[in-house]
């Protein structure tokens, strides 16, 4: 097996006794999930996680954790890992023509900083023999059936986990999301009432589909944020910037956010294929966001897992092995969500569909296993909304 390259990409030599199961690139939720599922399934599997950024690091994002993530995190054997966070099942949302619905969610959610929450699971991937190293990828060949990942690196198959301007993405020539199925968010920090435990959304009108959310950590700070569609914040004319940051001061006055950072959402009906060859794609990298709520976290993880799982089960190739369980796992919550982001570019559907949450636990229930999890909508539940959507569009006639 010790055979040796002609020549490496990049004019390095590299050995094949250097070759990795796995070659990881991204350790935030998707990658990590990859990582750890890999050696969960095959503890001798050599994997290696390669990361531009050293751990803790920032990410943009809300830090909403959905009941759902949980779920995941004990399918990778680590349950506990925000046990120490807490947890609330409080959820207030105001729809863009302003009907509210403030109600109890079936199953706790959390609230925890990315910069914590992405390096307890690398930490916990490191734990289980991954290893885990700072480098920045650049460049991709494919050499006598191997990933070559910047002329130094050799492995059987990769997970592009890179986020959602994937490098990866790119190099294998993969076409990101376009513009109209990507949004926009900035997040900050304010202090809020430590006893403050609702997780608030506060839908927009002006410039729909967009919103502003609350979401309390438990120690008397909020990640507080404002989310647009690109095309919309281009339509302003003005700089990203101060829309995004104008906006959230505008639409909650009373917090000041400090330490603001934005980044791009890649929603899922904008998804690519989900790789080409051995590179498989996961998370933000394969555009799962969920259109409804900007939530990736869930998406990252499962995709992140399921990528490990064919990698490691069926490295010469993975990606039809990995399409399928992905389908398997999430299709039909995609395809709804397809449909739902549709109907929602009118403001009227979406409250339509909150005015009938606060009517009925039970669709209350649906909606939010919709926007965080894999929650389909049953067609009777469906019609129920279009036709109060149908009655409130007479009535304003
Ligand atoms: C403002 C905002 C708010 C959000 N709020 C929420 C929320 O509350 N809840 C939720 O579930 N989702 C939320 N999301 C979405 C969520 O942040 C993403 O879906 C999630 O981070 C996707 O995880 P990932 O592992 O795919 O990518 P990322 O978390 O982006 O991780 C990608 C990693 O790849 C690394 N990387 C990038 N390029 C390279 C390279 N070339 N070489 C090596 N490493 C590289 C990066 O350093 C990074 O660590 C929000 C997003 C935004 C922007």
């Known amino acids: ?33 990859a ?39 004990a399918l990778l054997g680590i349950p506990d890992l925000i046990a120490d966070y807490r947890p609330t099942q409080r959820l207030a949302v105001v729809s863009p023509g302003g009907a509210r619905v403030s109600a109890t969610s079936a199953r706790p959610n ?4 990315r910069r914590v929450f992405d390096a307890r699971l690398v930490d916990a991937a490191r734990a289980r023999g991954v290893e885990v190293r700072r480098h920045h990828v650049r460049s991709l060949a494919v050499l006598d059936g191997h990933i070559v990942l910047d002329g130094t690196v050799t492995a059987r198959a990769a997970v592009a986990a890179d986020g959602a301007n994937s490098t ?28 403050d435990d609702v997780q608030s959304i506060f839908m927009q009108q002006d410039g729909w589909p967009a919103y502003a959310w609350s979401f309390p950590i438990g120690d008397g700070t909020a990640n507080v944020g404002f989310g647009m569609l690109l095309p919309r914040l281009r339509a302003t004319g003005r700089p990203g910037r101060e829309v995004l940051h104008g906006r959230l001061a505008e639409l909650l006055p009373h917090l ?21 060859g051995r590179v498989l794609l996961a998370g933000d990298a394969a555009g799962l966001i969920n259109p409804l709520t900007g939530e990736g976290i869930y998406y990252a993880l499962v995709s992140g897992r399921l990528a490990g799982e064919a990698a490691v089960r069926a490295a010469a190739d993975p990606l039809p092995a990995y399409r399928r369980e992905l389908r398997k796992a999430l299709g039909r919550h995609l395809r709804t969500t397809d449909v739902l982001a549709l109907a929602a570019q009118s403001p009227g559907f979406i409250d339509a569909a909150i005015d009938t949450a606060a009517r009925r ?3 209350f229930d649906l909606l939010v296993d919709v926007g965080l999890g894999a929650g389909t909508v049953p067609l009777p539940l469906a019609l129920a909304v279009v036709r109060r959507w149908i009655a409130s569009g007479v009535r304003r006639r």
Not at 269 to 274: F, N, Q, S, T, V
Request: include cysteine; proline fraction near 9%.
């Open 168 to 195: 990866m993405r790119r190099l294998i020539g993969v076409s990101p999301a376009p513009d109209r199925h990507t949004a926009i968010a900035v997040r900050g920090y304010a202090d809020v009432p430590a006893d």
């Open 361 to 363: 636990k039970e669709v």
């Open 256 to 276: 000041s956010a400090h330490d603001l950072r934005a980044h791009h959402l890649p929603l899922s009906p904008g998804r690519p294929r989900p790789g080409s």
């Open 1 to 33: 097996m010790a055979r040796r390259f002609r020549r490496g990409v990049q004019g390095r030599f590299t050995q094949m006794n250097d070759v990795w199961d796995l070659a990881v690139v991204g350790g935030g939720p998707a990658g990590a999930a």
């Open 110 to 113: 959390h609230v925890v900083p």
């Open 35 to 73: 990582a750890l599922r890999a050696r969960q399934l095959r503890p001798d599997a050599r994997v290696l996680l390669l990361d531009r950024a050293d751990f803790p690091r920032d990410k943009a994002c809300g830090d909403g954790i959905a009941a759902h993530c949980r779920d995941e995190l």
